[in-house]
């Protein structure tokens, strides 16, 4: 069973630095596109950032500049470089994938669990 495993939240005061991972478990035939996103309290979940399996990246507007996304295609892992974080950036992050487990069946689309990231002093 396919599955996405986040880690590396946490608590980190304004103007810090935090880096998520998102592993990818389970038998795996191909992982296309990844990507990060992120709901604050009392409101949507938005795209934070994007990446193909050849390492293109699309960020949203607010985290230009500030957040970087990469990949291991040999790991199977995604990760979020997060510096001069701010206050809104506090929220629950997500991984996505859209990923052809082995055997039968067509690619399908993941969701991590989701961890929590608060900036504040």
């Known amino acids: 069973q396919v599955q996405l495993v986040e880690s590396g939240g946490g608590l980190v005061q304004p103007g810090g630095s935090l880096r998520l991972s998102c592993a990818a478990t389970?038998?795996?035939?191909?992982?296309?596109?990844m990507g990060w996103y992120r709901q604050a309290p009392g409101k949507q979940r938005e795209l934070v950032g994007t990446?193909?399996?050849?390492?293109?990246?699309n960020y949203a507007d607010s985290v230009k500049g500030r957040f970087t996304i990469s990949r291991d295609n040999t790991r199977n892992t995604m990760y979020l470089q997060m510096n001069s974080l701010k206050p809104e950036d506090t929220a629950v992050y997500y991984c996505n994938a859209l990923i052809h487990p082995s055997g039968s069946g067509g690619p399908k689309s993941y969701w991590g669990q989701g961890t929590q990231v608060t900036v504040s002093s």
């Open positions: 389970g038998s795996i035939y191909t992982i296309y596109t």
């Open positions: 990446i193909t399996s050849g390492g293109n990246t």
